[in-house]
Nanobody
Framework: QVRLVESGGGSVQAGGTLTLSCSAS??????MGWFRQAPGKEREGVAV????????YYSDFVKGRFTISRDNAKNTLYLQMNSLKPEDTAMYYC????????????????????WGQGTQVTVSS
């Protein structure tokens, strides 16, 4: 049974830092990503990492501020978030798939069969 459990969310002031974690079990995940969804908005891809060479991709709105990583031994995914902005406020979700899939779908929520329950991140100005 696949299980993804996020943790690490919270409330911070603008400019602050948070690190999210996603503990994964039940499969070997070739591709794991972070998504976020703010109230009234669609779910959007934040970052993705592939298991093979650790290749990563980021959405433009987080490049240079967020870093995605994974510890394969612990089967845990991380998202280091620096220089947080109020517009980063959202529910953050961990997503995974056990095949590589097409690279151009990494930010498409529909391409991930497995999801966590989410962890809330709130950034105040």
């Amino acid at each position: 049974q696949v299980r993804l459990v996020e943790s690490g969310g919270g409330s911070v002031q603008a400019g602050g830092t948070l690190t999210l974690s996603c503990s994964a079990s039940g499969s070997r995940f070739t591709r794991m990503g972070w998504f976020r969804q703010a109230p009234g908005k669609e779910r959007e891809g934040v970052a993705v990492i592939y298991s093979g060479g650790g290749i990563t991709y980021y959405s433009d709105f987080v490049k240079g501020r967020f870093t995605i990583s994974r510890d394969n031994a612990k089967n845990t995914l991380y998202l280091q978030m620096n220089s947080l902005k109020p517009e980063d406020t959202a529910m953050y979700y961990c997503a995974a798939r056990d095949t590589t899939g097409s690279l151009d779908t990494w930010s498409n929520p529909a391409s991930y069969p497995y999801w966590g329950q989410g962890t809330q991140v709130t950034v105040s100005s």
